[in-house]
């Protein structure tokens, strides 16, 4: 189907041995979330992610947080990357590129993105510290190679400089949402036509 505006929502139910996760998002939202995944850190920066973006989403997950974070982490950025790529229908209309300067303080990270079908990350960030409000610095890289992977997109992360760690991440995920809000705008101009001049997306 063609994109329509006011049709671009999803839900995504995910259960595996190790995670069950279920997600409601509409792209053309205000910026409205509800998320529960046990982690609060990852909880504030998938808040931030929505707000940023106006993507609204409702996301509630039950991990084996018991082992480590890792499952649930990279689970969510599974299914919220599944389910705007669903949300997009055949990503036709959409300005299909993005890209985001994000100043925090003393930190700035960089983002862009191609909503190609043809799924990549590039990561060039770093933490001085291990753990970051309970979470794993570590697993920020694999929520955004599990979000790319499932939406189909090439997106690149920069931290060019910052010191303070909670800054650098929050940093990489309001790059991405504004990136990404851009992306998704549907383009009156594209007359509904894939944004692609092969006629395709993903070869």
């Not at 909503?115 to 970051?132: D, G, N, T, Y």
């Not at 851009?182 to 993903?202: C, H, N």
Request: glycine share 8%.
């Amino acid at each position: 189907m063609s994109v329509q505006q006011k049709n671009r929502t999803a839900r995504i139910e995910r259960e595996t041995r190790e995670t069950k996760i279920i997600a409601d998002i509409n792209i053309d939202g205000s910026g409205v979330s509800d998320i529960k995944t046990g982690i609060g850190f990852l909880d504030h920066m998938l808040e931030c992610f929505s707000r940023h973006s106006l993507i609204d989403i409702s996301l509630s997950a039950v991990g084996d947080l018991h082992v480590d974070q890792h499952h649930t982490t990279e689970d969510t950025g599974i299914v919220i990357g599944s389910a705007i790529a669903e949300a997009l229908g055949d990503f036709s209309g959409i300005k299909r590129f993005g890209s985001a300067v994000i100043p925090m303080d003393e930190t700035l990270t960089r983002a862009a993105i191609d909503i190609s079908k043809r799924p990549s990350l590039e990561w060039k960030v770093s933490f001085s510290k291990a753990v970051l409000g309970g979470m794993d610095t570590e697993l920020f890289h694999e929520w955004f190679a599990a979000f790319a992977q499932n939406l189909g997109g090439n997106i690149h992360i920069e931290n060019l400089y910052g010191e303070n760690n909670h800054h650098i991440a929050e940093s990489c995920f309001k790059s991405l949402a504004r990136s990404l809000r851009e992306a998704l705008v549907v383009d009156p101009r594209e007359l509904g036509r894939v944004p692609s001049s092969k006629g395709s997306l993903g070869s």
